[in-house]
């Protein structure tokens, strides 16, 4: 009978220590354009902090705009650049609509899908000052009042989430901001960093008092630095992402020495950061222990599996010495504080 009931405790302490170690994991689920693939417009990612904080990163084109259920509760926005295929020029035009090489999608209008999603979730935006006055002026128009800035406390900028109403987190290349639940002394902890690429928003985008003076040029506006992000999590965890860039020295001194991500969300594409330049940039200069492609602007998958010949394929052969995980629309990954992955990958 001892040693039945000394199974019992060790049993009932094992599953205790399971739900404890799953209980302090970040969930990071991708939001692409068909379920359980990764495909052509696919970047739009959630992540979710232990203490409840969600985070979304770069709708772009996979999300169906505020109304997408998938979305859930939006507390930060984050965007890279605004391009069209980030700040999202158009929008899912339903579950699964299209195909994973060309999915169907329909305008955002002005507001873009950015705007929309930051003015209904009451989301804080975290973006570098001139992409912040750019979303800002669509929020108000879309709610028809002023945003304010954050209302923050302390050393780390503390923001507490949820909020009542869509709030202005301006940072320059650098800054750090945290975003903490109501009553946690944790949070997650965002810091803009340098990304090499340009940043500018089409006409379409734009009112037709900016729009007009640009049209005889064929030019589209300037709106600041384009940005990655780094996100400290309260397990520990710490997550690069890229955003479009090529690769670049900072990528190593200041990225993978100085903040030493555990994960990478790295961006492909054939105009940007090719298979060889990205694997050389997860195996030598950032050096996470796991990386997650994203950006790789084609049907990267069929059934859940990958493509022989697609872009990615050839970046995840690369790839050395480290686990790469696939950004399946819908699936949720969960990762410890060394970026590990526990589940869903």
Do not use: W
Request: proline share 4%; glycine share 10%; with cysteine.
């Amino acid at each position: 009978m001892k040693s039945v009931g000394m199974l019992i405790v060790c049993l009932s302490v094992a599953c205790t220590f399971a739900t404890g170690a799953a209980a302090n994991t970040v969930k990071i689920t991708p939001l692409g354009s068909h379920d359980g693939e990764f495909c052509n417009n696919d970047r739009a990612m959630v992540f979710e902090d232990p203490t409840g904080v969600r985070l979304v990163y770069d709708v772009g084109a996979s999300v169906a705009g505020a109304t997408d259920p998938r979305l859930g509760d939006v507390h930060v926005m984050l965007l890279s650049h605004a391009h069209g295929d980030h700040i999202g020029q158009n929008k899912a035009a339903g579950p699964n609509a299209g195909t994973c090489a060309r999915p169907d999608t329909v305008t955002a209008g002005l507001a873009t899908n950015t705007g929309e999603i930051t003015a209904a979730k009451n989301s804080a935006i975290m973006l570098g000052n001139d992409m912040a006055a750019l979303i800002a002026k669509k929020v108000e128009v879309i709610r028809g009042s002023a945003i304010v800035n954050c209302a923050e406390s302390g050393l780390s900028r503390d923001t507490v989430v949820p909020l009542q109403a869509p709030c202005r987190a301006d940072v320059q290349l650098g800054g750090k901001r945290t975003f903490k639940m109501a009553g946690q002394s944790k949070g997650v902890q965002v810091t803009t960093v340098y990304a090499e690429h340009s940043n500018n928003i089409r006409r379409p985008m734009l009112a037709e008092s900016a729009r007009v003076p640009l049209v005889a040029d064929d030019l589209a506006a300037y709106v600041g630095h384009a940005n990655g992000y780094i996100l400290v999590f309260s397990n520990g965890l710490r997550v690069y992402l890229s955003g479009d860039t090529s690769i670049m020295g900072e990528m190593k001194t200041i990225i993978g020495d100085f903040y030493k991500p555990q994960l990478t969300v790295l961006n492909l594409g054939a105009t940007t950061m090719p298979s060889e330049e990205a694997a050389y940039a997860a195996n030598t200069l950032l050096r996470s222990a796991a990386v997650i492609p994203s950006h790789a602007n084609e049907a990267a998958t069929e059934g859940g599996k990958l493509k022989a010949g697609s872009r990615t394929e050839e970046f995840v052969k690369l790839v050395k010495g480290r686990k790469v995980h696939l950004p399946l629309s819908g699936r949720t990954m969960e990762f410890d504080g060394k970026g590990k992955c526990m589940a869903g990958c």
